[in-house]
């Protein structure tokens, strides 16, 4: 079997499901490999021959001239000490790609855009799987692919679908697949295909194409496919083995785990993991501990990123008596345990090195509406503790919720300046509401894109707090404030969360040494 991990998502780290559904496919005997598409198929774009010089103007020019350059320097530490030339390395390789790509489609490092093809609409994307020669990285994937099945030709090929920016080129490679293999059976999952599922009103539209559909985790439907039995909810460590660790754009290897599915909380309004049923699936946590210990030694990673749509309490509380020997980021929800310092200073001494944070909104009412079951007062109290205790806040802040109106966007802007000194990174988001989401009858919905897999739906404010006076106010108000335009300059262009632990001044000394000699000296 083929697991493949489609372009273009960010190339920081590898994709940790098919690094579980390998773990899973070991543990089981099954023969298999794994290809990171989207690592080899941006490197490749990258490794092109320029266009003709009298073509390009001055930034492309030194996009190409410094291409091998500034990919080692995102390898390197000494990089993340500047961030004007981390800004200037970034936006070079994304330029660089975007030049090579064909007229009508622009590529980076982290996005697909093509003028004429949508992935939230499925006939464009059976358009791209007729037609994969037009995808840029055509070339790269069809002498890939052949030279792999040369070597033997796999039985099924799994594709992990997660984000609409993958979404055209994975299908122009199962088109590429289906027309020059036929034999071979395509099995499509991951994030993007389990939203999709779980619309209420979905039919599949991908028949002739995919031979089979996986929503949620993947093992035990996958293995089943392969004629084997598995308990369902059953899991094994996952497999790093295969994938050109040395090859991500970070200086040093990134270990993504998660060690839950869903969310611990899950009760916000227009949540997705709600709206969608996924249940919340946590491992027990002396597993978590002992498999991250594990992954750790055969990995020697710089960082850690746990994928946990939120770190559960009792999994902090685990990492901590663990002691665990590694810097570690994620996703945690404000409470009662980050207002109290002495834990904050615990979790700093266990190797936590950034902590994301979905506060949302600096008004109480509105935070109340959603039912984000936090303060604004315990936030205020969390915030400081984390930057007392050496933890770096990485705030998430949204918009345009159906409970917010202008008045409460100004209290969010007056909370954020008030703490402007205990938040290193601000996320501003205009909020969508999910298409299978809870409907209230008192919102008017309207559609919001040209297209039948889209996720979201318009809706009329019933406040009258639309989007377009909710981008004038960021654009024009929140941004422009001097306390908030400093903290947007902090973050990292297109890696964003997943680069921003490396700029973290106060933890520089903790990427030094490697975890093996910390894990050995206990």
Known sequence: MLLIHPPVAK???PPAGIARLAG????????????????EGLLHLLGRSSPAEGTLDTWSKRAFRHRDRNLAALKSPGLYNKMDRYRRVVRDISRAIDQVSPPGISAGLVNYEDRDLSPVNSSDLL??????????FYPYFRARLYDLFSKKEPAMVGVSLNYLSQALSAFSMMGFIK???????????????????????????FGGLVDHLVAGAGETRLLALLGLHVHEGETALPAYGFFPREGYLSPGFILPYSASTGCYW???SFCPEQAEGNPYLPLPTSRVTAELRGLAEETDPVLVHLL??????????????????????????IGPRLADLDFCVALRKTGCVMLKLGIESGDQDVLDEMRKGISVQTASVALKNLNRAGIAAYVYLIFGTPAETEASARKTLEFTVKHHRFIDFLNLAVFNMPLCGKKDHKIKTRKFYDGDLSLYTDFVHPKGWG??????????????????????????????????????TPHRTRWVGSVNDKIKSG
């Open 308 to 333: 946990d749509n939120a770190i559960s309490p009792s999994l902090l509380d685990a990492i901590i008596a663990d002691n665990m020997p590694f810097p570690w980021y994620g996703f945690a929800r």
């Open 24 to 39: 899973m496919l070991a543990r089981y005997g099954v023969e298999h490999a794994i290809l990171d598409a989207n690592l």
């Open 127 to 136: 358009t791209a799987a007729g037609r994969p020669e037009i995808n840029p």
């Open 11 to 13: 190339p920081s780290e």
């Open 179 to 205: 027309r020059d293999f036929p034999e071979v059976k395509i099995v499509l999952g991951g994030g993007l295909v389990t939203s999709w599922m779980s619309n209420p009103e979905w039919h599949s539209p």
């Open 266 to 268: 899950s009760r916000c």
């Open 467 to 504: 989007r377009r006076r909710v981008r004038i106010f960021l654009e024009s108000e929140f941004k422009k404030h001097p306390a908030v335009s400093a903290i947007l300059k902090n973050d990292p262009p297109s890696f964003t969360s997943n680069h921003a632990p490396f700029f973290v």
